[in-house]
């Protein structure tokens, strides 16, 4: 019999779906008998997410693919801002129309439980989403193995605030201190998100590449008091044996591109 070939690894995360500048369906139907329809942004980004599946699925081809949320599938009720639809309920049905696809294409789908303040304490969402979707796994911690490639995954970690540095190399550094205090070998790949931006420690580590995975969703008015004028990557993860892809979107022209920089231009 013929070897099956090795399967596709998907990592993505922070959809964030219920907030308004983060992934949508076009339409949500409300528990008050109301409607929320999806604005420019949120346009985009269906159709960014479509693309992005579209690859995936031809790259994959016949093979199996196993599929990652990396965490904070929902917006929840936060404090710091009011760009969400206030009931947790409607937030969390207009995941699962989201995800239902992926789950029911992918081999394996598993869910990181993610922040609290977004998805409830010990990720009270994510387990019900997770429950209802079928879901293979969803803890906070997971170590993944794709024939001998051992992937450390978790929603939450460290990585650098600024384009021009990172911290992921240095993530490298102490994931194989503490693996050799349990004297194993450390992980191929150590992943984690959260911070909606990219950072990837490449190949400065021998066999160990750590590397964060972009967001699905803009910025909130949160994001202006914490980094006005950085801009969250977009898009999702491919890995495919040993070699890592970064599918990125970018938003290129009209009122969306302006209502996501939030910047007024005025001449005088």
Known sequence: MAKKSHPLVVLFGDTHIGGLTALCPPQIELDDGGEYRASPIQKDLLAFWQDFWGKVWETAGRRDTIAVHMG????????QTTQSLPNLVDQEEAAIEVLQE????????????????????????ERRIAKRLGADSCPYHLSLWVGDIEFDLAHHGRVGGRRWTSAAAGVVSEIITEYSTLRRPPPRFIVRAHRHVIDDSGERH??????????W????????????????????VVVDGEQVTFLRYYFREGRALRALTGAKVVRA
């Open 72 to 79: 904070d599938v929902v917006d929840g009720v936060v404090s």
């Open 102 to 125: 992926v789950r029911d294409r992918a081999a394996q789908f598993h869910i990181l439980r993610g922040t609290d303040a977004h998805v409830g304490q010990q990720a009270q969402s």
């Open 206 to 215: 021998p066999w160990c590449r750590a590397f964060t995975t972009p967001a």
């Open 217 to 236: 969703q803009c910025k909130t008015s949160y994001a202006y008091k914490v980094a006005v004028n950085r801009l969250a990557d977009i898009g999702g």
